[in-house]
């Protein structure tokens, strides 16, 4: 019988520094067979595990058709990731999973994407966009809208830049608190929305960041013609087995942790905002 | 029936049963009594289980009283159901070693016990029905459960006498064994009518060569039976669940109720269905080694709602509600059953009397506070210090 809870060691390749309280860590799994099994769709998730401390849901962030080697991007703020940010290249960690729907990509082919994230709830979303430039030609116009508190928290920078550069692409950023030194849109990341032309029944939109801003953007995207069952969410809530058993990452009826963490908008809808769900 | 699906045991015969079990490897758990309630604990003979003895439950109030009554069965239940023999409140997942070059991980699954418990009632195995379907036939198999189950041979007791807290006739799960049990006993003065309901049930009923039952004690078992269904005083009525309740997310009664609640878990704790569960990790001092453990959980408790900078659900309001919407409501949309059984043990365990189905009828009321529900609210408190 396969044991769901089984942790498979994997070894750090590489860490790459991000910011300052954040870094990536490219992964290898320790173990031959568990390699050659480990399959994983983008927007899914693994337990990271340190050990003598614990486990950590954290979405995989590195494409789909490498799966040998594996990539986290992780900010150092509890005690499980705390520990993590003290591991260093050569060190062992665990990993169980993947784990969750993942974004749908295959029913995204041939049409405009839209990408709307907030704050560091762009980690889970840079699998898709990287997944998507990797395979630039079998989708249609890209719009990333990325909105930030202040210009520190734009991970990530290099990446962005690049990302614009890519045929029939914009790229547009925004900062509520920005500085001085910052020459894009100043505002919530909602008022992108604006500012970009969006094909409403050719679009798929892709949404992670703070729930406030999905919950406050879908409608705006549904006045703009875009129907709900066209606009999908990354939902965030404390999860331990990863595998709909442990109870903790219920929202409703769903287990974000099974049938999440991406959601179509029109299942979890009743659901979002409500206190205490 | 086919004869060799059922028997007359002469209660004076009980203890043949029990030894066919220990003969057959089964470490026997019935009803014992302890601090004044019964738990499920290792019976070797008849002796030990509570002869004479009944249980009177009420909201938040249980106690113990001796009859001199020659009755087997009489206590309905203890604060434990089935959940413990399965699901285990602390369940080693792995047991993990430091190497040189990281960690290897070993899964700690237990060894497969064979345990017979006698005296579980059919709220208890529509539980175990319950548990089975979320640990065994979701999207996973949890071999820890899986291996724990295996081991299972249930003994379930017809009840003939209903406590004023079941409402087991309403989730049309009792008072009737009618599935998931080896064996089921009808306690009918001084015999046992004895049913098969599984091939190992029916196995050891061929090798015990009991006399065939007969009509007239099959009838006044079912007349007993009929007659505890008929006695029970609460009830909950479902019907309009999951949806009425998804639809009364902002009634005042939450507030009401969160008011009594002290959010202590004792409701999650006795559920015999509830599954939450948090998994600790247990180093030792050289930190060579390490275990990973799964421990319950409970939705009441502050970290349940956790989520990396805030809480879900930071009131005692968020959690009742969370756990009475769960367990009524959503439960069905996640697993095709409520996640209620009607046993009642969480008004018994709850210290301070809170009642479900006092609750979900006054959820599902229209919103304004009635002085009737006012009268509720305050009669339940003086039940406390009474």
Same mark, same amino acid.
């Given at each position: 019988m396969v044991n769901p809870y089984t942790i498979h060691p994997a070894t750090i390749v590489q860490k790459i520094q991000e910011a300052e309280d954040i870094n990536t860590y490219r992964l290898q799994l320790v173990d031959e067979q568990a390699r050659e099994h480990f399959r994983f769709k983008a927007g899914q998730f693994n337990m990271v595990y340190v050990f003598g401390v614990g486990e950590v849901a954290i979405s995989i962030v590195s494409d789909p058709d490498e799966p040998e080697l594996l990539a986290h991007t992780i900010r150092a703020v509890g005690r499980v990731t705390k520990a993590i940010a003290g591991l260093q290249q050569g060190d062992v960690l665990g990993i169980r999973g993947p784990f969750g729907q993942g974004w749908p990509l295959e029913e995204a082919r041939g049409r405009n994407v839209v990408i709307v994230t907030g704050g560091l709830g762009c980690a889970p979303v840079v699998a898709a966009i990287e997944y998507i430039f990797k395979r630039r030609?079998?989708?249609?116009s890209i719009k990333i809208l990325h909105g930030v508190k202040?210009?520190?928290?734009?991970?990530y920078r290099e990446r962005f830049k690049s990302w614009g550069r890519f045929p029939d692409t914009e790229v547009l950023l925004t900062s509520g608190?920005?500085?001085?030194?910052w020459h894009y849109h100043i505002g919530?990341?909602?008022?992108l929305f604006e500012r970009v032309t969006i094909d409403p029944g050719n679009s798929i939109v892709l949404m992670c960041g703070p729930e406030i801003m999905m919950r406050l953007g879908v409608p705006i995207l549904m006045r703009r013609?875009?129907?709900?069952?066209a606009i999908y969410l990354s939902l965030e809530r404390h999860m331990e087995?990863?595998?709909?058993?442990?109870?903790?990452?219920?929202m409703g009826p769903y287990f974000l942790c099974k049938d999440g963490?991406?959601?179509?908008?029109d299942r979890v809808a009743q659901w979002l905002g409500r206190t205490g769900v | 029936m086919t004869s060799d699906m059922h028997g007359i045991l002469p209660k004076s015969s009980l203890q043949r049963l029990l030894d066919v079990l220990s003969v057959r490897g089964y470490r026997i758990v019935g009803p014992m009594v302890r601090d004044g309630s019964v738990v499920w604990d290792t019976v070797r003979?008849?002796?030990?289980?509570?002869?004479?003895w009944r249980d009177q439950q009420e909201p938040g109030r249980y106690r113990l009283e001796q009859t001199d009554?020659?009755?087997?069965?009489?206590?309905?239940?203890?604060?434990?159901?089935?959940k413990q023999f399965v699901?285990?409140?602390?369940?080693?997942l792995l047991q993990i070693e430091r190497r040189k070059e990281g960690f290897t991980a070993r899964p700690t699954l237990p060894q497969s016990e064979k345990v017979a418990i006698i005296g579980a009632r059919a709220c208890d195995l529509a539980g175990l029905t319950i548990q089975d379907r979320i640990?065994?036939? +979701?999207a996973y198999r949890d071999p820890y459960y899986a291996s724990r189950r295996e081991g299972l041979f249930v003994i379930a007791v017809n009840c003939t006498r209903a406590l004023s807290t079941c409402f087991c006739v309403s989730m049309e799960t009792?008072?009737?064994?009618?599935?998931?049990?080896?064996l089921a006993l009808t306690e009918v003065d001084n015999q046992l009518l004895i049913e098969a309901g599984s091939e190992a049930g029916r196995d050891l009923l061929s090798n015990l060569s009991l006399s065939t039952s007969s009509e007239q004690l099959s009838v006044e078992a079912a007349t007993r039976i009929e007659a505890c269904a008929q006695s029970q005083v609460r009830r909950l +009525?479902?019907?309009?669940?999951p949806q009425a309740l998804y639809e009364?997310?902002?009634?005042?009664r939450w507030d009401e109720v969160a008011g009594r609640c002290?959010?202590?878990t004792n409701c999650t704790m006795v559920c015999p269905t509830c599954f939450c569960h948090t998994v600790e990790e247990t180093p030792d001092l050289s930190h060579q080694q390490t275990t990973h453990v799964r421990l319950w959980d409970s939705?009441?408790?502050?970290?349940?709602?956790?989520?990396h900078g805030k809480n879900?659900?930071?009131?005692i309001k968020d959690r009742y509600r969370m756990w009475l919407t769960h367990k009524l409501a959503s439960w069905i949309d996640q697993f095709?059953?409520?996640?209620?059984?009607?046993?009642?043990r969480c008004i018994t365990w709850c210290p301070v009397g809170i009642d479900l189905t006092e609750e979900l009828p006054a959820l599902l009321s229209p919103g304004i506070q009635s002085s009737t529900a006012k009268r509720q609210a305050d009669g339940n408190s003086r039940r406390v210090e009474g």
């Open positions: 030609e079998q989708y249609g202040t210009p520190h928290d734009l991970l608190q920005p500085d001085k030194a919530v990341v909602t008022e013609g875009i129907p709900e069952t087995c990863g595998i709909g058993l442990c109870g903790h990452c219920q963490p991406v959601m179509r908008y | 003979s008849v002796s030990d289980l509570p002869i004479g009554s020659q009755e087997v069965f009489g206590v309905v239940h203890g604060a434990q159901s089935l699901f285990a409140p602390r369940e080693p640990f065994l036939n +979701d009792g008072p009737r064994a009618r599935s998931g049990f080896d +009525d479902h019907s309009r669940l009364v997310h902002e009634h005042p002290l959010a202590c939705c009441f408790t502050q970290e349940h709602g956790y989520i879900i659900r930071p009131t095709g059953t409520s996640g209620c059984v009607g046993c009642g």
